[in-house]
């Protein structure tokens, strides 16, 4: 046990915190629920509970536990009790046998294993992984990278815990983001960049208790003022943009599906649906992200949930709509060359027509090849065991995956 003491006020403080309406936990009761927290431990093991006693760590000698105190006191009437159920490390070291309370124990040599080597191929029987119902963006994205993690993810159902974790920043980040922007939408179609500047800021102090309450912590407080002064700012660009460029945004996280093919269905919720000022539909994609380039790639490269969004929103196979990308923390905008949209936000790739014709080619030939029985994990490199062709469409993302221990490739890395 080490760290600060529990003591930390003297009574005098106390009293005086006390009289100014502060009330601080009783020493006594915090005591009492770190000791409950060790209790609490011990009761949780089912056949034996061992506990270890270090004398150093790192180097550096610690006290004994203060759980051993109690575990002492328990058996204060017979001292020979201790002997027989603590034993010594060196002990352990010279001895090929010992005796730990009534239970005696043998050392033996353990055998070396190799660990398994990664698996790019995986056989399972032909036709017992088909199309979900409904697809969305994600589960598309995930098809074409790594056939592995969407069967793992979607028709296994295998996934992570729900530990009981703090999201990551840039999702808290993000869901703020997305709050403000839908709320200034819907109090007023067009903003002055002063007026929604100030309109921002109201709103994210108002939020982030609610959305971002991390950031109220102390020691993050020049971050929660960054990113108030970055949304100000980003609010402010975006709305000059779309008055600038006549854009009247009308929806907002509006859900849409659409018959992908006679057995599946597509479904999204696309964030900012508007109006050009010639009258055709555009849509915006808001995003949080620290690397804006990442997403102005996508679209000289081929943006998979663009496309297939893109997809959902016309009326018209052969049309070709204005879309873009907003970036909640810096502003930037990107979008697809249109003559509704002003040629500085241009990023020239491939036609979305086009990538919405490479993205079912991609999802058919997956659909295919596990139809037949065969689940490649793209991460893997070919081998000449596996050689085969298959090619994702886009790179997987392996180093946030949740499955790198069952496919290997984490250990491809280490």
Known sequence: ????????????????????????????????????????????????????VPAKVKGKEIPIHPFWDEIRHAMAKDHSLESKFTITASELRKNQNFTLGEISFSREVLTGRNIPAPIRNWEISANSVLPQEVESATSFERLVSCPLSWTLRYVAKVRAGNALSIPHESLILGKIGHKILEILITEKSTWKEDEVSKRTGELFDEWSPLLAAPLLELHNGIKRNDMRFHLQNSMAQFFALLRNAGIRIHNTEISLQKKWSETVQFKGTLDLIGETATGKKILIDA????????YKERLSKLSVQLSLYHWLLSDKETEEL?????????????????????????????????????????????????????????????????????????????????????????????
């Open 287 to 294: 995003k949080w992200s620290g690397k804006p380039k990442k």
């Open 1 to 52: 046990m080490s760290g600060p003491p529990i003591r930390t006020w003297t009574s005098k403080e106390r009293s005086w915190l006390h009289q100014q309406g502060l009330f601080l936990i009783d020493e006594h009761v915090v005591r009492q629920r770190e000791a409950a927290s060790w209790h609490r431990a011990a009761k949780f093991a089912n056949r034996r509970l061992i506990l270890f």
């Open 322 to 414: 204005p879309v873009a990308y907003f970036m909640l923390r810096g502003g930037e905008f990107f979008s697809r060359p249109h003559e509704d949209i002003p040629s500085d936000y241009h990023v020239d790739g491939p036609s979305l027509l086009d990538s919405i014709m490479t993205i079912r080619k991609s999802v058919n030939d997956v659909w295919s090849q596990l139809s037949q029985g065969t689940v490649i994990a793209s991460g893997i490199a070919t081998t000449a065991e596996h050689d085969n062709t298959f090619t994702p469409l886009i790179e997987p993302s392996c180093d946030y995956c949740d499955y790198q221990n069952l496919c290997g490739s984490r250990r491809l890395d280490q």
